[in-house]
């Protein structure tokens, strides 16, 4: 069975960063797509970046040159770097496999002013 399991989020202040991982389970990682999502309170849930088996990445245009998505196949797990943290990046973000449409628990990113 696919297992996704995040990590890593947290309380900032404007301008820290903060790393996400997402380890996976169940699956050949190395050959699957992977993305991160994230969901403010009152929001639909968006995407925020993916990571194909080649190591191509997409952002959404909010986070451009602040977060980087990364994926180290030894370990089975993919990480979303973010810098320069913004209060309405405040949101659970979630990692995703979209071939078999699994989410992971989440985790909770807070950025105070």
């Known amino acids: 069975q696919v297992q996704l399991v995040e990590s890593g989020g947290g309380l900032v202040q404007a301008g820290g960063s903060l790393r996400l991982s997402c380890v996976v389970s169940?699956?050949?990682?190395?050959?699957?797509?992977l993305t991160w999502h994230r969901q403010a309170p009152g929001k639909q849930r968006e995407l925020v970046a993916s990571i194909n088996s080649g190591g191509s990445t997409n952002y959404a245009d909010s986070v451009k040159g602040r977060f980087t998505i990364s994926r180290d196949n030894a370990k089975k797990t993919m990480y979303l770097q973010m810098d320069n943290l913004k209060p309405e990046d405040t949101a659970v973000y979630y990692c995703y496999a979209p071939r078999y449409v699994r989410w992971g628990q989440g985790t909770q990113v807070t950025v105070s002013s």
């Open positions: 169940g699956m050949t990682f190395s050959i699957n797509s």
